[in-house]
Nanobody
Framework: QVQLVESGGGLVQAGGSLSLSCKAS????????MGWFRQAPGKERDFVAA????????FYADSVEGRFTLSRDNAKNTAYLQMNSLKPEDTAVYYC????????????????WGQGTQVTVSS
């Protein structure tokens, strides 16, 4: 079993920055992909970014490419999502997730989910 806990959400003005963290515990993670998704009210949960615990570059949704950066600290079992140049349309509940597929961008490819953290970007 894997437990994921997100933190770092909040309210920020457009153009500002926030950093989210996802702390993982439970089973070892070397073979996992860690992903971030977001869900705005009344909308589906959308892929944001993902990274393999074992190495390699992160990959991103087009909507956040160049503004968001996903990194990980294996020693701390924590993934970090740095969000810059935030826009009102980035407002959503952000979820981290863990799964086994390498290039996983669909919610069904992730087996474990955190509880989510709210990010609100005011205009």
């Amino acid at each position: 079993q894997v437990q994921l806990v997100e933190s770092g959400g909040g309210l920020v003005q457009a153009g500002g920055s926030l950093s989210l963290s996802c702390k993982a515990s439970g089973r070892t993670f070397s073979g996992y992909t860690m992903g971030w998704f977001r869900q705005a009210p009344g909308k589906e949960r959308d892929f944001v970014a993902a990274i393999r615990w074992s190495g390699g570059n992160a990959f991103y949704a087009d909507s956040v490419e160049g503004r968001f950066t996903l990194s990980r600290d294996n020693a701390k079992n924590t993934a970090y999502l740095q969000m810059n140049s935030l826009k009102p349309e980035d407002t959503a509940v952000y979820y981290c997730a863990a799964g086994w597929n390498t290039w996983a961008t669909a919610t069904g490819q992730y087996a474990y989910w955190g509880q989510g953290t709210q990010v609100t970007v005011s205009s």
